[in-house]
């Protein structure tokens, strides 16, 4: 299982539509990265009359991939600011 930490960053604008407030820029940064490994349950397709190997990440649904495919992402930070760059 591939393990993504991420840190957010968005920027909270008040409008008379919804005065109070929403997300108009949200920015996502990759701290780190913890792979999984090879596929454990690689699936054969056939392509131009040859057999081919691939991971099950880039054929089945998330439902159906082994462990090692699967990706969880983990936010560490989110931190909320104002246009004028006051944090909330």
């Given at each position: 299982m591939t393990i993504y930490l991420v840190d957010i960053e968005q920027v909270?604008?008040?409008?008379?539509?919804?005065?109070?407030?929403?997300?108009h820029?949200?920015?996502r940064t990759i701290v780190d990265v913890i792979p999984g490994g090879p596929c454990r349950a690689p699936v054969t397709v056939r392509c131009g009359g040859q057999t081919v190997l691939i991971p099950c990440?880039?054929?089945?649904?998330?439902?159906?991939?082994?462990?090692?495919?699967?990706?969880?992402?983990?936010?560490?930070?989110?931190?909320?600011?104002?246009?004028?760059g006051i944090a909330v």
């Amino acid at each position: 299982m591939t393990i993504y930490l991420v840190d957010i960053e968005q920027v909270v604008h008040t409008c008379p539509v919804h005065p109070e407030g929403h997300p108009h820029d949200i920015r996502r940064t990759i701290v780190d990265v913890i792979p999984g490994g090879p596929c454990r349950a690689p699936v054969t397709v056939r392509c131009g009359g040859q057999t081919v190997l691939i991971p099950c990440r880039r054929h089945e649904p998330v439902k159906r991939q082994c462990g090692a495919c699967r990706v969880i992402v983990t936010e560490r930070t989110i931190t909320t600011r104002t246009p004028n760059g006051i944090a909330v």
